[in-house]
């Protein structure tokens, strides 16, 4: 519904792969200095010294991960890159250089590749990130963004997965499920102007919701807010798949039970009158919905003080002995087992 | 022509995308010293201290870039992996960890996946790099792989397109062009098989050009080659694209032209033949086929004694001022203007 149909068109076959690189990554001015030589050569050249190098990587299909009938390329440009560098967060370790692989069909017009690239600068921007490398090719169908991530961070400031321990605090930043339920809206609204192209619709009820679906931001600030806390997490974690697959995640590689508490979650009001609009409930959609980007961390008991009453962070629960399982403690305080019901990227792989 | 239509199938569905990663990445040992954390945290942790870390990029996508006709997938997940790592080597660094993404259509069972992580692992542990991060998810029609490749060097050990001077000589590694007639084999036999399928091609005469194509190796040797030579080179790149497109790349960031020798490429007898057979000239063939991963390199004149008589490198030109120009000298002793015709991955992108 965002498609211009007016637009320029350049081919990108007139480019040639090397003209394309050169033109889509020249206005990216380098911000880091650890960003030693850029694109342009074999392999960019990095320079770390006595910090550890942490790398992620992504990747991004059409049709799978993102929908363009509803997601703006310069959107999904940013949130492709806002996607990794949450990665980095969730190491406790601070982006610095990105790469951008793409691979487009011949449906894409250099315009197109253009705005995508508006979408990616901006992040590297907001993020002071450097785009020190990449490719691009042709795909036969569609749209294929890859995405790598490196970060840096001093090695007692790393936090990974597997250090939470028996009667830790579980803590997340933010609030959850909006992403999710800003998806659903998007959706239904693709639904009403494939039968009446001429709607203009008001979405303006669920702008929250909605841009944290199509314009998400990485909790970049948490560590900083952790250390002047003096607060260090013993594991950490992304929200990218839903709550209750993340929780899993650290459970497993931590070897703990935990107890997540229903009336703990922190959600939004407008996420809330969503659900209720759709008549679902909206502690499955918190806990399965994914892609919120928040940052889902556990810390020792004697932390409490300092994390209480801090407005970005919410305490939802604690880590148990592994023996006990992982319950959700509902609002009748009843104890049901956890499901990790979290999207799955394998189950949507029909060839067309 | 490979295909076993008898394997047996599971479906990635059933195993999910972390049970899959777990499954493909468990039989990888860590082999570096700088790997600190590999696979199954939200990134992987790396260190180098005093040496600096390149990183390259590179996305391979079905039907453009391979042909499952006649790409077994254990190769495919070789050459993958050495294509990356040959981007190191044009730095002259040394390839230490590799991440390894891919998307793939439900045509693929688990079995198939398992095959190409056969040769990644078999390239991981000839080439000792760690595996150290990945991605997988579907796609909607074939396979796709991006794979980053790190890297490490000293600063002072690390070489650029842009150093080359004035007059210095033009040096290539290996042979060329066998990669690009080894292609031309196998689509001809692909045509072959699809009208009589029974056929059994006898290829044992092509054989070393063919495993150019399916099966290359990176040079990793020639940074010790070149150390044990005490030769600096001033100027580097590696030929995935074509000899011809490689050197317009080193000139241009250089900012030198150059006079190319026809009668010293250095071409595989096989490949002579080869050509002959396809009645195809072979220099054009050698300087505008790519995909042979050897490398391409400026060294100072001065150096010219310590390289001459070495049965891995071959001197096949010099520099020139920039205002010169790029030329081929022929056999004829002709010049005339070199052009860059590499492999445009762009110029395939029909959509289906």
């Given at each position: 519904?965002i498609?211009?149909k007016?637009?320029?068109r350049?081919s990108?076959e007139?480019?040639?792969?090397?003209?394309?690189?050169?033109h889509?990554?020249?206005d990216?001015?380098?911000q880091?200095?650890?960003?030693?030589?850029?694109?342009?050569?074999?392999a960019?050249?990095l320079?770390?010294?006595?910090?550890?190098?942490?790398?992620?990587?992504?990747?991004?299909?059409?049709?799978v991960?993102?929908?363009?009938a509803?997601?703006?390329?310069?959107?999904?440009?940013?949130?492709?890159v806002v996607?990794?560098?949450?990665?980095?967060?969730?190491?406790?370790a601070?982006p610095t250089?990105?790469?951008?692989?793409i691979a487009?069909?011949?449906?894409?017009?250099?315009e197109?590749l253009?705005?995508?690239?508006?979408?990616?600068?901006l992040?590297?921007?907001?993020y002071?990130?450097?785009?020190?490398?990449g490719?691009?090719?042709?795909?036969q169908?569609?749209?294929?963004?890859?995405?790598?991530?490196?970060g840096k961070a001093?090695?007692?400031?790393i936090?990974y997965?597997?250090?939470?321990g028996?009667?830790?605090?579980l803590?997340?930043?933010g609030?959850?499920?909006?992403?999710?339920?800003?998806l659903?809206v998007?959706e239904?609204?693709?639904?009403?102007?494939?039968?009446n192209?001429n709607?203009?619709?008001?979405?303006s009820?669920y702008d929250?919701?909605i841009?944290?679906?199509?314009?998400?931001?990485a909790?970049?600030d948490?560590?900083?807010?952790l250390?002047?806390?003096?607060v260090?997490?013993?594991s950490?974690?992304?929200?990218?798949d839903?709550?209750?697959?993340?929780?899993f995640?650290?459970?497993t590689?931590s070897?703990?039970?935990?107890?997540?508490?229903?009336d703990?979650?922190p959600?939004?009001?407008?996420f809330?009158?969503t659900c209720?609009?759709?008549?679902?409930d909206s502690?499955t959609m918190?806990?399965?919905?994914?892609?919120?980007?928040?940052?889902?961390?556990?810390i020792?008991?004697?932390d409490?003080e300092?994390?209480?009453a801090?407005?970005?962070?919410?305490?939802?629960?604690h880590?148990?002995?592994?023996?006990?399982?992982?319950?959700?403690?509902?609002?009748?305080?009843?104890?049901?087992?956890?499901k990790?019901?979290g999207?799955?990227?394998?189950?949507?792989?029909?060839?067309e």
């Amino acid at each position: 519904m965002i498609e211009n149909k007016n637009q320029s068109r350049t081919s990108l076959e007139q480019l040639g792969e090397f003209g394309l690189i050169e033109h889509l990554t020249k206005d990216f001015p380098i911000q880091q200095e650890s960003t030693i030589k850029s694109v342009g050569d074999d392999a960019a050249v990095l320079s770390f010294e006595k910090e550890k190098v942490v790398v992620s990587t992504d990747l991004l299909i059409e049709g799978v991960h993102f929908d363009l009938a509803y997601a703006p390329l310069k959107h999904l440009g940013y949130k492709a890159v806002v996607v990794n560098i949450s990665d980095i967060c969730a190491m406790n370790a601070v982006p610095t250089q990105i790469t951008v692989s793409i691979a487009v069909s011949n449906r894409f017009p250099l315009e197109a590749l253009e705005e995508l690239y508006e979408g990616i600068k901006l992040a590297c921007n907001y993020y002071k990130v450097d785009l020190v490398g990449g490719d691009t090719t042709s795909s036969q169908t569609g749209l294929i963004i890859s995405i790598t991530a490196i970060g840096k961070a001093n090695e007692d400031e790393i936090i990974y997965r597997s250090g939470a321990g028996d009667n830790n605090l579980l803590v997340v930043s933010g609030d959850i499920g909006g992403a999710y339920m800003g998806l659903q809206v998007l959706e239904r609204e693709k639904q009403v102007f494939l039968v009446n192209p001429n709607s203009q619709p008001d979405l303006s009820m669920y702008d929250y919701i909605i841009e944290r679906q199509l314009k998400p931001e990485a909790r970049t600030d948490i560590r900083q807010l952790l250390k002047d806390l003096d607060v260090h997490p013993t594991s950490m974690i992304d929200i990218s798949d839903g709550l209750s697959s993340e929780i899993f995640h650290l459970c497993t590689q931590s070897k703990v039970g935990c107890n997540l508490y229903e009336d703990k979650l922190p959600l939004d009001p407008q996420f809330i009158n969503t659900c209720e609009e759709f008549n679902i409930d909206s502690t499955t959609m918190a806990i399965n919905g994914g892609e919120d980007y928040e940052l889902l961390f556990t810390i020792k008991m004697e932390d409490f003080e300092k994390v209480k009453a801090n407005p970005n962070l919410t305490i939802i629960g604690h880590t148990t002995q592994e023996s006990e399982g992982l319950h959700l403690i509902t609002r009748a305080n009843t104890k049901i087992p956890l499901k990790a019901r979290g999207w799955n990227p394998l189950a949507n792989n029909e060839e067309e």
